[in-house]
C-alpha cells in the first residue's frame, strides 16, 4: 500500500513539474508586445497574446494562443485573430523589444557617432531624433507606427538625448563651444 502511494505522489510530482515547466516557457515565450502584419488591412498593429491563460492551458497540454490586446481594438476586436500564426511561427522576430534592439545593432549615435553596443534598456535607453532635430524615447512612439519611425528617424544614444533635450527646452543655459554641437548626420 506505502509502494503505491509513493508511486503515485512522484507520479504526480512530475505531472507537477512538467507543467510547470511549460507553464513556464509558454510564458516567456510569449509575453510582451508584438508588432505583426494586420491580415484584414496589411497594415503594422501592435498586439499581446493572453500570456496567463496560455500558460495555464500549457500546463495541461492544451495550449491556444489567444491575443489580449490590439492597436486595432475595440474596433476589431470581433476579428479572428489570423495574425497569431506569424507569432506562433516567429515568436522572437516580431517581438518589439527584439526588433528595436536589431535596428541599433551596427549603427551609431546621429550626434556622437559612437557605435551602439548591448542596450542598456533598464537605465540608459537609447532614443531616436528626427528631422527636426527633436530627440524622443521610445515610449513616446506608439508600436504600430514603428517601422514608419524607423525608417524617418535616426538613432541617438542615451547622453546626446539627455544633452539634446536639456539643449532644447533650456537654451538660455547652454552655451556653444566651437565645433561641439550639431554633427548631427543628415537625415535621408
Ligand atoms: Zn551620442
Same mark, same amino acid.
Given at each position: 500500500m506505502d509502494f503505491i502511494l509513493i508511486i503515485l505522489v512522484v507520479a504526480v510530482s512530475v505531472l507537477v513539474i512538467v507543467g510547470i515547466r511549460r507553464a513556464a516557457q509558454t510564458y516567456l515565450e510569449f509575453r510582451g508586445e508584438r508588432l505583426i502584419e494586420c491580415p484584414e488591412n496589411h497594415k503594422p498593429a501592435a498586439v499581446r497574446v493572453a500570456v496567463g491563460k496560455a500558460a495555464l492551458e500549457?500546463? %495541461?497540454?492544451? &495550449?491556444?494562443l489567444r491575443l489580449s490586446a490590439c492597436s486595432r481594438w475595440p474596433e476589431k476586436q470581433g476579428c479572428g485573430q489570423e495574425c497569431l500564426s506569424q507569432i506562433e511561427d516567429s515568436p522572437k522576430a516580431c517581438l518589439v523589444?527584439?526588433?528595436?534592439d536589431n535596428w541599433y545593432q551596427g549603427k551609431s549615435c546621429a550626434y556622437c557617432h559612437k557605435p551602439f553596443g548591448a542596450i542598456r534598456w533598464h537605465d540608459h535607453p537609447p532614443a531616436l %531624433?528626427?528631422? &527636426?532635430r527633436k530627440t524622443i524615447q521610445w515610449n513616446e512612439v506608439?508600436?504600430?507606427?514603428?517601422?514608419e519611425v524607423m525608417s524617418t528617424h535616426l538613432p541617438v544614444c542615451w547622453n546626446c538625448h539627455i544633452a539634446e533635450s536639456f539643449r532644447r527646452e533650456h537654451p538660455e543655459l547652454v552655451v556653444d563651444r566651437p565645433a561641439s554641437?550639431?554633427?548631427?548626420?543628415?537625415l535621408h
Open positions: 500549457a500546463a %495541461v497540454g492544451n &495550449e491556444q523589444s527584439n526588433i528595436v %531624433v528626427d528631422r &527636426e506608439p508600436v504600430d507606427k514603428l517601422q554641437h550639431s554633427r548631427l548626420s543628415i
